[in-house]
């Protein structure tokens, strides 16, 4: 098997990928990841998942190399990682008994051949009437600023959901993992 590199500096991804007990090693990309006019979040977030991993081909020769990158999209408008508390009870409130689609661009590139599998896997999650006071208890709680949608749905934002819809669960964190199985299955990586 061809070593495996995570182009990522997201901790939330390393943890995801350590579930498949492969080895692997984390190098984070240097990328303009600027959204292009007339693209759309799909393209977009499958564009950034394949330049992540292209971005260190040539520095990790022979290497199955993942690339990732994910947006949320309330009422067609991507909204990204709100960075403060001011920006993320703006973000849930909108949310509030709404749908937010989460998109997870994902490519694994074969440095060695050049071979790049590139996909997109979406993610819906249906928020619950939320209020002030409740949304600012979350965030004091939880701090979700570096995270799209303003949620950690592996810990305390699991709250705000009323439900969820998609393929892969693990995709709403950042890395959709029976996606990248898949991937990795066509390359030969037996797992387990």
């Known amino acids: 098997m061809l ?25 984070s990309p240097d990328i303009d990841e600027s959204h292009r006019s007339g693209e759309s979040a799909i393209e977009l977030v499958k564009r950034l998942a394949e330049q992540k991993a292209r971005a260190l081909a040539d520095s990790h020769p022979a290497h199955l190399i993942i690339g990732s990158d994910q947006v949320a999209v309330l ?3 991507i909204i990204g990682k ?4 001011e920006k993320a009870r703006e973000q849930l409130m ?8 989460f998109l997870t661009g994902l490519a694994l590139l074969n440095s060695q051949t ?20 409740r949304v600012e208890r979350y965030l004091r709680i939880e701090q979700p600023y570096d ?3 303003s949620f950690k749905a592996e810990g305390l934002g699991v709250s705000l959901f009323q439900s969820t819809a998609g393929p892969d669960a693990t995709s709403l964190i950042g890395l959709p993992l029976i996606r990248l199985i898949d991937m990795l299955l066509a390359e030969g990586v037996q797992i387990p």
């Open 94 to 101: 909108a949310a509030s008994g709404a749908s937010v689609t």
């Open 114 to 133: 050049g071979q790049c599998q590139v996909d997109c896997v979406p993610f819906t999650v249906h928020m619950r009437q939320l209020d002030q006071a």
């Open 3 to 27: 070593p495996l590199l995570l182009a990522s500096s997201s901790t939330y991804r390393r943890e995801l990928l350590a579930r498949l007990h492969l080895p692997f090693v984390c190098s």
């Open 75 to 77: 009422d067609e408008q």
């Open 147 to 149: 995270c799209a949608g």
């Open 82 to 85: 709100p960075h403060t508390f």
